[in-house]
């Protein structure tokens, strides 16, 4: 058979970048002219960078995410059994740090989905902070719990892990202080909200009579003369013009248009000057009526014809009629300007009333804006101090539980006790009761991850007790995901034979990232400018849920059980021999083929070195030359593949199978 191609064996592992094969026509020989130069295209704000940094959010050019996807889905699947350490391997420069953040996204992308656990929390650790490892684990447990993730709240579940290893009587009281301070806000802010509030009701009175330089004190102290005479007139000054001024402002601030003009109408005859022109006026005018009627010749004949003693009275009226018509003109004219004068002061004394009401209605407004925005921010932290409130009573009570009967028959212990306890004893007690609640109850994450970063910044025997101390205190219900050159620690640990031996205790999975010898730059390059360098987002692919929940079929059982004595010499090696096959069976590889390059990827020297000799060829693997373990092992796949294997199909399966075997 022909040497496998690319696309196939991007097939065989499983898929990648879909990238189209272009074929360039060969070069035209007739000459032709050359295109004008196109008009530029418009610069665009918002256009993607050119300059590319060395972030670790950029384009994904060495498929991290494809990679990491399988590792990702086995994070949050309910199957895994924890705790649960794997790592992400690389040489410096492979994209250690890129790949965990992928696999970060990833596990929040695929939380809740088919195959998946509801609530999955992620806690990004950086082991280069110089905190001591558990201190920096529970740290990080601690802040990514403390967020809400999910929009769950997780605060008593923080409180009970914290107070886990003390005094239970001391966490009781603390709790129980904690309540009362938060209680004691709570009042507090109450009482603030009450009293802004009940400033707001009467605001109108503080502005008029208890707030100097508001609009309206303005106003009435620049008018003090005018409106001091204008209420004078109207019988309204009592002791205080100013504060009678004020009344009537207030009054007619509380009326609706309606009521305004109404007001303003009544201020024609409601007062007691203004009815006293009134009465001088209808007078004035009734009496120029009557004085007028008495120039006519029938009052004159009826005045004659009454009795004869009258008639020289009307004698008189005749005689000075033009006098008796000048003085009811008179009284006319003076009615006419007792009512205009009425007029007048209704009008004046209206317009100072209303002036002075839309003063304060300006100065209400501003003032009612700025209130109500308090009040909104008082019923935000009463409402948040109220939940507080009912967790921290919450807490409380569990304390108070945990406590027992004991809060009645003794006092808390002294504080010295707590105080041996230094903050890496305190962060692995605080883990080890987070580990016991993780997975139980709705109030508590049903998984935990810590993806933990920069390792190979620090030294190598750092490193290894970083990831030792790791490995003690990553409890039941969580998973650590640790980026690692593990080839730079080889020498640390002792030499390649021991540093497998601490590995294999350490690690249950190893997913190794592709090293930069051999990589195809034009790829590169390609990939980086079809991306405009930047992230685009990474599905989650189906297939690989839908393949960790597959159980083993009858024929997979037995063969794993065949390659076993090439594979797994303890029982450690056999669990995570399993491990990566369940990991890379997911590709489009046939499994039988799979399961074999697995388990060379296991096996010792001898059989990985007398399978590369075979794989050097092409055709189909038959008969191989080497240990009786790899000789049945190949007799075993070849029967459960119904057939011979192609080599460059296990050459194919054995790329993806170095993936996640350990390599040192």
Not at 103 to 122: D, F, K, N, Q, Y
């Amino acid at each position: 058979m022909s040497e496998i191609s690319e696309r196939t064996r991007i097939r065989l592992l499983g898929g990648g970048l879909k990238e189209k094969l272009q074929v360039t026509p060969p070069p035209d020989p007739t000459p032709r002219p050359t295109p004008l130069p196109e008009a530029a295209p418009p610069v665009s704000t918002a256009a993607a960078p050119i300059f590319l940094s060395d972030s670790a959010d950029g384009a994904d050019v060495l498929e991290a995410t494809h990679v990491v996807q399988p590792l990702a889905q086995l994070c949050v699947t309910a199957q895994a059994q924890t705790p649960f350490l794997a790592a992400v391997v690389g040489p410096g420069g492979a994209g250690k740090t890129f790949a965990l953040n992928r696999l970060a996204h990833a596990i929040e992308m695929s939380g809740g989905s088919a195959g998946a656990l509801p609530r999955v929390v992620v806690a990004r650790v950086d082991a280069a902070d110089g905190a001591d490892a558990p201190v920096a684990i529970a740290s990080a447990a601690y802040a990514a719990l403390d967020r809400d993730p999910g929009g769950v709240d997780y605060s008593a579940l923080l409180d009970e892990s914290a107070h886990a290893g003390g005094d239970p009587l001391r966490a009781a009281k603390a709790a129980s202080d904690r309540h009362d301070e938060i209680a004691r806000k709570l009042e507090a802010e109450r009482l603030k909200r009450d009293e802004v509030e009940a400033r707001g009701a009467r605001l109108a009175d503080a502005l008029l009579y208890e707030t100097p330089g508001s609009r309206v004190d303005v106003f009435a102290r620049a008018r003090r003369g005018a409106i001091d005479s204008r209420l004078r007139r109207f019988e309204l000054a009592g002791s205080d013009a100013g504060v009678s001024y004020r009344d009537l402002v207030r009054d007619m601030a509380s009326m609706g248009a309606g009521g305004r003009a109404g007001a303003a109408l009544r201020s024609v005859w409601s007062y007691r000057g203004q009815r006293r022109l009134l009465t001088w006026a209808i007078v004035a005018l009734v009496l120029g009526f009557v004085i007028n009627m008495l120039k006519r010749e029938t009052t004159l004949a009826a005045i004659r014809g009454v009795a004869a003693p009258l008639e020289p009275l009307g004698d008189w009226i005749s005689t000075h009629g033009d006098w008796l018509g000048r003085f009811a003109a008179a009284l006319w004219i003076l009615g006419a300007l007792l009512l205009a004068l009425n007029l007048f002061r209704a009008v004046s004394f209206s317009s100072l009333v209303l002036r002075g009401t839309q003063l304060l209605n300006h100065d209400l407004r501003e003032r009612r804006r700025d209130l109500e925005t308090r009040l909104g921010r008082l019923n935000q932290r009463v409402a948040a101090l109220s939940a507080d409130a009912e967790a921290a009573a919450k807490v409380a009570e569990a304390a108070a539980r945990r406590a027992g009967g004991k809060a009645q028959t003794r006092a808390p212990g002294p504080d010295f006790l707590e105080a041996n306890q230094g903050p890496a004893a305190a962060a692995r007690t605080f883990l080890a009761a987070l580990g016991e609640r993780v997975g139980r109850g709705t109030d508590a994450p049903d998984r935990l991850i810590f993806v933990i970063d920069n390792l190979d910044a620090l030294a190598p025997d750092a490193a290894i007790g970083w990831i030792d101390a790791a490995h003690g205190v990553i409890g039941i219900g969580s998973v650590g995901v640790l980026a690692l050159d593990a080839a730079r620690l080889v020498n640390s640990l002792g030499g390649p034979r021991e540093a497998r031996r601490r590995f294999d205790k350490w690690l249950q999975v190893v997913v190794n990232l592709p090293g930069r010898i051999g990589l195809d730059g034009e790829r590169l390059v390609a990939r980086l400018l079809s991306s405009d360098g930047q992230a685009p987002p990474a599905p989650v692919d189906a297939k690989v849920a839908a393949t960790f929940v597959e159980p083993l079929s009858s024929s997979e059982t037995a063969l794993l059980t065949a390659l076993a004595p090439l594979a797994a010499h303890s029982p450690r090696e056999a669990k995570r021999f399993l491990n990566a096959y369940r990991l890379a069976r997911w590709s489009n590889a046939p499994r039988p083929v799979i399961a074999l390059m697995q388990a060379i990827a296991f096996a010792d020297e001898d059989v990985q070195n007398a399978m590369r000799r075979r794989l050097a060829g092409s055709g189909e693997i038959g008969e191989v030359e080497g240990p009786d373990s790899l000789v049945n092992a190949v007799k075993s796949a070849r029967a459960a593949n119904n057939g011979a294997i192609a080599v460059a199909e296990a050459r194919a399966a054995g790329e993806l199978a170095q993936r996640y075997a350990l390599s040192l």
